[in-house]
């Protein structure tokens, strides 16, 4: 008998929706939906076939759940036809939902509203039930609004408004407001990526495979994409800014970079862009090293004869009129040019000795700074500490506090980045500045003794940029070599008394300390040891690493 009237009852489907696990957690449960519905369907005499759920917002149309819903409806519109959900902002809150359900011609039936509507359903009721609709809609429209204003107002206190980017996590900090700080397992990969990328000698795809080989991943534990890689590089939340609706803002974060790294990043990064060539499949040796300097494009090489090397213009602005030129007589131009980097024995002596002379008063210097630095960052926490008991007391109100303990905390990160930036000035300056001397005298015959893989890394240490016209090299160095070839004319032309020299001599100093070109502090990893080989005839101080760990 029982079986008899189940296979009489009106068949029905069920249609539960959280918009979230934490909401399910909270209480919001879809058991909770299913079992109200079910003794709905009991008590009403219908049979349930068929069950969706959905947990995801529904804001926007397109859910899985309810897709597969729609598409169960349409293809028993003459069996089912009648849906069972506990409310009106539990099936949708869009009007394009809205519009798919009525088209279906379905019964529904909002169980805890108590209400049933169908195409029959009186125009009283349905428009009832649609200002239903627009309600809820205007319900989340405006969640979304405050959210929006809730992020940009904690953006302009300096803080990261959103889910933290790869690097950094998510905590709660003063307040109960949730801030971002350093990951301590993938923050130092960050940081080693920015350092590798300055170089200018790694692709973005080389970056995410030794990047991912050292364990850089995302928080799934799959491994880096190239663009991916290149959204961090261009991401200036690490450099302790971010972008947030279309303005930057000076973040109360910690960064993991300085912003001269980071901006010298991008410069690598534009660059590449704008001499981009197409992919070889030889890899010639001053690919992507080599401009022409007619037009500005990429100089690319080509084999002929099966096993001769020419360079030419890409021609990518149009026809060029520079002419083929061949690999070695490029080649024999770089030796000339890297050699006149070497200076004479007493010269380097010379330099070497200033260089250890002034290091005692440059330590004096940053340290002197340091303190300096420290003592006013001290005064402000003092200040916050003070304020907040103001608050506390009622002499002040929140709306001041808030503002002043901003302005503060926003001036105490600016001071720890200048102590940074003195503490990375004073490491390992004096033998930094003694190194790249003994690099610059070494230069044109290592350039000479190496493969071609280790030329393009010693090219890429010494020179900037590099350009070919009418059959002759031009080029830049980079600091300080151009500081040693400025001294090196100076003497040669016997002008250089030590007045004029010393401020030379200095320049360097600076130079090997912290510079916005990033010539040595920034770029330590420039100067590691890329000399593999060397037989025991040469001078062994050579030999060591360039750079300190």
């Not at 003592?375 to 200040?383: A, P, T």
């Not at 070494?442 to 000479?448: I, M, Q, S, V, Y």
């Not at 130079?511 to 990893?525: L, N, P, R, V, Y």
Request: aromatic residues 8%; contains cysteine.
């Amino acid at each position: 008998m029982a079986t008899r009237q189940m296979q009489n009852a009106t068949q029905a489907a069920i249609y539960a929706r959280v918009s979230s696990k934490e909401q399910e957690k909270e209480g919001f449960s879809i058991p909770a939906q299913q079992k109200l519905l079910r003794n709905y369907a009991m008590e009403q005499g219908f049979e349930v076939v068929r069950e969706f759920v959905d947990i995801e917002t529904a804001k926007r149309a397109g859910r899985t759940g309810f897709g597969e819903m729609v598409t169960f409806f349409k293809r028993n519109a003459g069996k089912c036809r009648v849906l069972l959900v506990e409310k009106t902002d539990r099936l949708y809150r869009n009007l394009k939902d809205y519009v798919t359900l009525d088209e279906l011609d379905l019964d529904v039936h909002l169980v805890k509203e108590n209400q049933v509507f169908s195409r029959e359903s009186r125009s009283s009721e349905k428009f009832m039930h649609g200002i239903k609709v627009l309600m809820a809609k205007n319900y989340i429209d405006n969640l979304s609004e405050e959210a929006r204003k809730g992020m940009l107002e904690k953006a302009e206190q300096g803080i990261w408004p959103s889910y933290a980017p790869l690097g950094y996590k998510n905590v709660e900090g003063e307040h109960g407001k949730k801030i971002i700080v350093p990951d301590p397992e993938l923050a130092p990969l960050v940081k080693r990526l920015y350092a590798l990328c300055s170089e200018g000698t790694h692709s973005i795809k080389e970056l995410a495979k030794v990047l991912s080989g050292e364990g850089l991943h995302y928080r799934s534990g799959n491994g880096m994409a190239t663009a991916t890689v290149h959204k961090i590089l261009r991401n200036r939340i690490y450099s302790g800014q971010f972008d947030w609706a279309g303005r930057v803002f000076d973040g109360t974060h910690e960064h993991l970079v300085t912003r001269d790294l980071w901006n010298q990043v991008q410069a690598v990064l534009d660059q590449r862009l704008a001499t981009r060539c197409k992919k070889a499949h030889h890899e010639f040796l001053f690919s992507g090293l080599l401009n022409c300097g007619h037009c500005g494009c990429a100089l690319v090489g080509e084999i002929k004869k099966g096993k001769y090397v020419y360079y030419h213009c890409t021609g990518f602005k149009g026809k060029c009129a520079e002419p083929y030129v061949r690999q070695e007589i490029l080649e024999g131009e770089f030796s000339r040019l890297l050699r006149s980097l070497a200076l004479d024995k007493d010269v380097v002596e010379w330099i070497s000795e200033a260089l250890k002379e002034s290091h005692a008063d440059k330590r004096r210097f940053h340290d002197e700074a340091i303190s300096r630095l420290k003592g006013d960052h001290q005064r402000l926490q003092n200040r916050l500490e003070t304020l907040y008991e103001d608050k506390l007391d009622g002499r002040i109100d929140v709306e001041f506090f808030d503002r002043k303990s901003r302005d503060w905390r926003a001036e105490q990160t600016r001071l720890l980045h200048s102590i940074e930036e003195h503490q990375n000035a004073d490491q390992s300056y004096m033998d930094e500045g003694v190194r790249i001397l003994e690099l610059a005298q070494r230069a044109g015959d290592l350039f000479d003794k190496q493969p071609p893989f280790e030329k393009r890394r010693l090219l890429n240490c010494v020179l900037s940029t590099s350009s070919w016209k009418d059959g002759a090299l031009a080029a830049q160095f980079r600091q300080p070599f151009d500081m040693l070839i400025d001294a090196k004319a100076a003497v040669l032309e016997k002008t250089a008394s030590e007045s004029v020299v010393e401020p030379r001599i200095e320049q360097l100093s600076n130079s090997a300390t912290a510079t916005k070109e990033g010539a040595i502090g920034q770029s330590s990893h420039r100067f590691e040891n890329w000399l593999p080989g060397m037989d025991s005839n040469h001078d062994s101080r050579l030999q060591r690493p360039l750079s300190y760990h």
